[in-house]
């Protein structure tokens, strides 16, 4: 049974990078038609789409976020990460790492539990 | 881009059936068939409700169901139950190969 589990540092500082890595287990991060994406939720807030990326290394990111938003791909390890640049406060968030149908137009079919991360000095 | 627009709530009582619009614009919801549901209890991830306008993942209730109907998506809870109450949350793939989510609606059982 496909699992995601998200990693990474609870805490980041302000104007730092915040940097997450979901890990996949039970199955490959290499099958066709899946991209693999990242979405976040501030405390008390809605769901906001940061981006997706295929095994090849394709990747589509929110244009709100484009200019900090790096998504990587490690098929050796089945994972893939997540980096945001100068971070403040607007990014206190729970982050999710979840599986995407359809060739990445579709929904999120599989999620991992999340991870908090809160920016803070 | 724009959120997707819902009901801040919608409230009904055991039994019951209620109804949750998802209004965007010809551009996601009105130009694709890639419009999705998602369930979230506090403290939980989202969990895939309804996906391609109107199809259940397998496990499922079939008391959920999905449809649309020009620029707006609606999302119907029949024989409303009181595992029901939680947020709901539609998404979209859109013309600019992004993806967005609605603003997310509050259900509550009465």
């Known amino acids: 049974q496909l699992q995601l589990q998200e990693s990474g540092p609870g805490l980041v500082k302000p104007s730092e990078t915040l940097s997450l890595t979901c890990t996949v287990s039970?199955?490959?991060?290499?099958?066709?038609?899946?991209?693999w994406g990242w979405i976040r939720q501030p405390p008390g807030k809605g769901l906001e789409w940061i981006g997706s990326?295929?095994?090849?290394?394709?990747?589509y990111y929110n244009p709100s976020l484009k200019s900090r938003v790096t998504i990587s791909v490690d098929t050796s390890k089945n994972q893939f990460s997540l980096k945001l640049s100068s971070v403040t406060s607007a990014d206190t968030a729970m982050y999710y790492c979840a599986r995407q149908r359809s060739a990445g137009k579709g929904a999120f079919d599989l999620w991992g539990q999340g991870t908090m991360v809160t920016v803070s000095s | 881009q724009s959120a997707l627009t819902q009901p801040a709530s919608v409230s009904g009582s055991p039994g019951q059936s209620i109804t949750i619009s998802c209004t965007g614009t010809?551009?996601?919801?009105?130009?694709?068939?890639?419009v999705a549901w998602y369930q979230q209890y506090p403290g939980k991830a989202p969990k895939l409700m309804i996906y391609d306008v109107s199809k259940r993942p397998s496990g499922v209730s079939n008391r959920f169901s999905g449809s649309k109907s020009g620029n707006t998506a609606s999302l119907t809870i029949s024989g409303l139950q009181a595992e029901d109450e939680a947020d709901y949350y539609c998404?979209?793939?859109?013309?600019?190969?992004?993806?967005?989510f609605g603003t997310g609606t509050k259900v509550t059982v009465l």
């Open positions: 990326i295929y095994y090849s290394g394709s990747t």
């Open positions: 998404s979209s793939y859109t013309s600019s190969s992004t993806y967005v």
């Open positions: 039970g199955g490959s991060i290499s099958s066709s038609s899946y991209y």
């Open positions: 010809s551009s996601d919801v009105g130009g694709y068939n890639y």
